[in-house]
Nanobody
Framework: QVRLMESRGGSVQAGGSLRLSCAAS????????MYWVRQAPGKGLEWISS????????YYVDSVKGRFTISRDNAKNTVYLQMNSLKPDDTAVYYC????????????????????WGQGTQVTVSS
């Protein structure tokens, strides 16, 4: 069974940092683009970032550029999201997703489009 398992999120004050990880199993991790997506309370899914299979290409939405960093370790089948300078607007459930296809961050994400989707982890940023 293919699985994506996200690490526990957490609660931090504004300006703080968190690092999320997502461990993959049962598929050839390096062949897949990995994505981070989030959903704030009462809102739809929002892209955060993506990274190519070899880690050589990364993309970010404007709202997180300069604050968040996506990375991956293919030896550990894990993708990471380092989040710095967190803001209350970053409060959301964060999901990782995997797809062999590249998805533009300009097109709204839909869970049903992805072969593999994590269970989500809550990140809460207080002011």
């Amino acid at each position: 069974q293919v699985r994506l398992m996200e690490s526990r999120g957490g609660s931090v004050q504004a300006g703080g940092s968190l690092r999320l990880s997502c461990a993959a199993s049962e598929f050839t991790f390096s062949n897949y683009w990995m994505y981070w997506v989030r959903q704030a309370p009462g809102k739809g899914l929002e892209w955060i970032s993506s990274i190519s299979g070899d880690g050589g290409a990364t993309y970010y939405v404007d709202s997180v550029k300069g604050r968040f960093t996506i990375s991956r370790d293919n030896a550990k089948n894990t993708v990471y999201l380092q989040m710095n300078s967190l803001k209350p607007d970053d409060t959301a459930v964060y999901y990782c997703a995997a797809d062999s296809r590249w998805w533009s961050l300009r097109i709204p994400p839909h869970e049903s489009d992805f072969p593999y989707w994590g269970q989500g982890t809550q990140v809460t940023v207080s002011s």
